[in-house]
Structure formats: C-alpha cells, structure tokens
C-alpha cells in the first residue's frame, strides 16, 4: 500500500528488530517461529534506563540458533536538535568503535536512527538537518578507515533523501509508524532491506519481551552470521583476478604472445555479456585462445562484487568492457570531444540516458529536472544509475593505469582495498574533462556532433534504436537546442555534484588509513 506503508502487519515476516537482549531461549523463540535475523542496538546513551546495548556473548548466542543480526546506532534522535554535522561525526567514530569491539566484519552496514517524523525542511536545513547529520556520518566512518557502510533507520521520506544525498547502502524503513507524515504517500526507496510492520510483547513462557516485526527483503541486507573475519568484501573478487592475471602471464609466455596480460584479463570478464559487432568496433574482438585456456583451468565469468567505498554491488563485467575500451581507444585531444572510449562508457550511457528522457517528457518536460531526479542518484532506479556511472569512472581511470604501464591486479588493491577509489569521481573529472565546461561540450558532442563511424552507430543503436530522433535532428526545431543544453548542463552538474559528495569521504580516509590499518593488525595478533 502506497498511503500505509507497513502495509499488513500480520504478514510473513522473517526479520525483527529488539532493544532486549536476545537469551538463548528467545532465540530459540525466534527461529522456531520463523524469524531469522534480528537488529540489535549498538549503543544506550547515559541517563537511558532501556539497557538495549548488545550484551557480551550475545552475538555468539544469535548466530548459534542459526539467526543472522544487523547493527542499529541510536543516540536520542527524536528532534531535530540531536542532528548536526558533528553529532553526525562523533556518532560514526562511536559507532565503528563500538562495532569493532563486538567484531562485525568489515563491509556491514550500520543503520543510523531518525526515530522522529522529520519533515522536508528538517531534511534539507543546516546547520542543523538530517542531511547534515548523514554527511558527518559519512566522514566520520570515513576517518576510522571506511570499514563500516552507513544505513538509514526512518519514514520512507527521509530514507529516500538520505539515500540520495549520502550514498546509504540500505534503508531501514519505519514502517509501523504509520502516522508519520514521512511514510504517507511517498514510495517504498528502492535500496529498502527491513520494513518494520508492527510492535508486539512476545510470551515464551514465563519470560516477555518487546519485539518489531520487520520483514527482510531477500537479496538485500545480509544480516551478519559470524564476527571477527579479516577479509574484507572485494577481497575473494581481487584474488579471482589475481588467478586469472597469472594465467594470462602463463598463456602469453606458453604462446608467445605479445599482447598485455591485463587486457586478457579484461576480455575475459567481459566476453560473454558485452561482445558482437558493437563492441569489435569500441574494444576489439576478444582473444578465443585465452579464453578456452582459461576455462579449461575451471575458470568462469564472475559478475560482480562488492564496492568497498559505497557497498553498492558492481557489474564486474561493465566495468571491464568500458576499461577495454577506453584501453583501446586514447582521450580526444580535444576535451569538448568525444572518442570510442568515451562511448565504451559514459558516453554510451548518456545516450541511452537521453532516450530515456525523451520517452519519459510527458513525465519530465525538463531535461534538467530529469538529470537532477534520474542520473546516477543512489537508491533511484535509472538507465544511468549510480553504479552505472562508478562502473564506467572506475573502468576509465583503470585503462589509465594499464596504459601506464601498470597492471590490473595492483588496480584493483589500492583502488578497493587502500583508499584510491575514494577519490574516483574527482580524478576522473580531472584526467578527462578539467572544468564543467569541457564536460557540458563533451556531452554535446557525444550527442550531437560530428559523428564517426564508431559514435554513429552508437546513436543508430541506443537512440534512433529506442524510438527517439537523433539530437542533431532534434535541436533543428526552435527552441530544442536550449533542451539540449540543459541536459547536458546536468550532466556536468551531477558530475561535480558526485566530487562533492566523495570530498569529506576521501580526505578523512586518507588522514587516518595508516594509523588504523596499524591497530587493526595489532587487534588481529591479539586474538
């Protein structure tokens, strides 16, 4: 139900959240009644008399009865005086602390409450705001290392701004709070994980305790089943790489090929989704050899893995094709221009963004408006989505490397694992475009300039093939050049607004990753 949004409170559920400590006998309570992950809290703030923190063994106790749990960060939060920037701030460094501590693994996500039906301009105000507030919780699990994803807790209104504003990997959706005005007639976000639908006093024989029923969306939140793990969440994708780098240095000395091993790997990740005519044209055809050398050694194409900047899931093989693209086609000398490359990756994607507006004006009569709802907005469903955009930065600025002479694997570590991907969207903007300006030409251009072979059949394929005309064709009616214009204005516009979301992130990360990384080895000789 759009205007309810627990919708039926008595439906199957099998998540739960609780501030009482989870005793052997009540997780046996919950698994035996179909419940099978629980939110427990991270932290009771002095004066509370509710003593809802995790208590020491608990965790173990969960995961024994085959339960999962999810960590909740809540400090007052009920008004809009408990959310500024630094409270923002101290509340992440006390939530990483505390997490660490009980030994969640690196990549959870810890949901961060607005216990309180905060209305829009409670959203958008400063100093004192939600948004606000999430930036500093954004900097400041930044400047414990970033091992830790940040979560919403609050009305479907809130979670959809916070998530589009800061990036928040899962939305915990109060939903039983059925009155607030933040749940009522706004949709579910998208990146919901947990619904909470009704409040209820469990009775497991002579002991009671409160419980929210949520439900828990499958494929989303996780939940943990195990603490004090080493790895982190692109840790099995990098050493998949790691295995397939070493066969490509194995089957080019074997061949004696002269090719580049970290193209091999490229071409192999990519050629099973992105291959045929189109994509001769923008990366070449694809080595056969090393690909039967590669199965024959019980290799397979891996999809995707896990962001460990934003925890967003990455399309491996995207990713791989725009940067053996950009790999075979160098940057226009000319930065208001465009080449295959750019069409390996964004370009390609503001094509099929321009048709989509085109299809959607009915809906959007602004192509401004549209850019600033659709294009590469976290938790917003789009034919240029925010992975989309992470997949195309990451896979230009890894061709780079390449072509530097460096190789993929060495990439993948210190863009994933050592803090260079908090820097993506700047160091891509910088490499490519320099200013707003060469970006808002290069659009254009991609758009509706001068067309080679490669960018014309491109458009034929992602605009002309989608039932829209062709922008050159479109602005020759009065009054569309300035629509042009305008979208190309807010692909300029997303792109510094994506710098400036990164900015807090990247350089709290980098001030702090030596001092952290150092503890966390002394934590791990500890155990």
Same mark, same amino acid.
């Given at each position: 139900m759009l205007l309810v949004s627990m919708g039926n409170p008595d439906r199957a559920a099998t998540g739960s959240d609780t501030r009482f400590e989870i005793t052997a006998s009540r997780a046996r309570w919950l698994y035996d009644n179909d419940y099978r992950m629980v939110g427990r809290y991270l932290y009771d703030p002095p004066g509370s008399t509710l003593d809802k923190e995790i208590k020491p063994g608990e965790l173990?106790?969960?995961?024994?009865?085959?339960?999962?749990?999810?960590?909740?960060?809540?400090?007052?939060?009920?008004?809009?005086? !408990?959310?500024?920037?630094?409270?923002?701030?101290q509340h992440a460094l006390n939530a990483h602390d505390l997490a660490s501590e009980y030994g969640f693994n690196r990549g959870t996500t810890i949901y961060f409450a607005v216990d309180y039906d905060a209305q829009q301009w409670e959203i958008d105000n400063h100093p004192q705001g939600i948004f606000t507030y999430f930036n500093g919780v954004v900097a400041g699990l930044a400047s414990r290392g970033k091992k830790y994803f940040h979560g919403v807790y609050g009305s479907r209104n809130v979670c959809i701004n916070v998530t589009a504003k800061t990036s928040a990997r899962f939305s915990f959706v109060s939903g039983m709070s059925w009155g607030f005005s933040g749940n009522l007639g706004y949709p579910s976000p998208s990146n919901w994980a947990i619904n909470q639908i009704k409040e209820f006093k469990v009775t497991n024989g002579t002991d009671t305790f409160d419980l929210d029923r949520n439900v828990w969306r499958l494929k989303a939140e996780p939940g943990v089943d195990s603490v004090?793990?080493?790895?982190?969440?692109?840790?099995?994708y990098i050493a998949y790489v790691q295995r397939l780098y070493d066969h490509a240095l194995a089957y080019e000395s074997s061949n004696n090929v002269g090719t580049n091993a970290s193209r091999l790997v490229m071409e192999y990740i990519r050629h099973k989704k992105h291959k045929g005519l189109q994509w001769w044209?923008?990366?070449?055809?694809?080595?056969?050899?090393?690909?039967?050398?590669?199965?024959?050694?019980?290799?397979?194409?891996?999809?995707?893995?896990?962001?460990?900047?934003?925890?967003?899931?990455? !399309?491996?093989?995207?990713?791989?094709?725009?940067?053996?693209?950009?790999?075979?086609?160098?940057?226009?000398?000319?930065?208001?221009?465009?080449?295959?490359?750019?069409?390996?990756?964004?370009?390609?994607?503001?094509?099929?963004?321009?048709a989509n507006w085109r299809n959607s004006v009915d809906e959007y009569a602004s192509p401004?408006?549209?850019?600033?709802?659709?294009?590469?907005?976290?938790?917003?469903?789009?034919?240029?989505?925010?992975?989309?955009?992470?997949? !195309?930065?990451d896979g230009y600025l890894l061709a780079k490397h390449v072509a530097g002479g460096g190789n993929i694997v060495g990439w993948m570590k210190?863009?994933?694992?050592?803090?260079?991907?908090?820097?993506?969207?700047?160091?891509?903007?910088?490499?490519?475009?320099?200013?707003?300006?060469?970006?808002?030409?290069?659009?254009?251009?991609?758009?509706?300039?001068?067309?080679?072979?490669?960018?014309?059949?491109?458009?034929?394929?992602?605009?002309?093939?989608?039932?829209?005309?062709?922008?050159?064709?479109?602005?020759?009616?009065?009054?569309?050049?300035?629509?042009?214009?305008?979208?190309?204005?807010?692909?300029? !516009?997303?792109?510094?607004?994506?710098?400036g979301l990164e900015n807090s992130l990247a350089s709290k990360y980098k001030e702090n990753l030596a001092t952290y990384r150092k503890q966390a080895a002394q934590r791990a000789a500890a155990r």
């Open positions: 173990q106790t969960i995961f024994d009865a085959g339960l999962r749990v999810f960590p909740i960060y809540q400090d007052n939060a009920r008004q809009l005086s !408990d959310f500024t920037y630094g409270q923002g701030y004090n793990d080493t790895g982190g969440p692109a840790d099995s044209w923008l990366a070449d055809s694809y080595d056969e050899g090393f690909v039967e050398y590669c199965n024959s050694r019980d290799m397979s194409v891996r999809n995707s893995f896990t962001d460990t900047i934003t925890g967003y899931q990455l !399309d491996a093989t995207h990713l791989m094709a725009t940067a053996n693209g950009f790999l075979e086609n160098s940057d226009p000398s000319d930065k208001q221009k465009a080449t295959g490359g750019d069409i390996a990756g964004w370009g390609g994607d503001v094509m099929t963004f321009w401004l408006t549209f850019c600033q709802a659709k294009l590469a907005v976290p938790g917003t469903v789009s034919s240029f989505g925010y992975t989309d955009m992470i997949e !195309d930065v210190a863009h994933y694992n050592d803090g260079g991907g908090l820097n993506r969207f700047r160091s891509h903007f910088d490499r490519r475009w320099e200013n707003a300006t060469n970006a808002r030409a290069s659009c254009w251009d991609v758009l509706a300039g001068p067309a080679g072979v490669t960018v014309g059949a491109a458009r034929l394929a992602l605009i002309t093939g989608a039932g829209v005309a062709l922008p050159a064709d479109y602005v020759l009616v009065p009054g569309n050049a300035e629509k042009l214009s305008q979208f190309c204005q807010g692909f300029s !516009d997303r792109q510094l607004a994506l710098i």
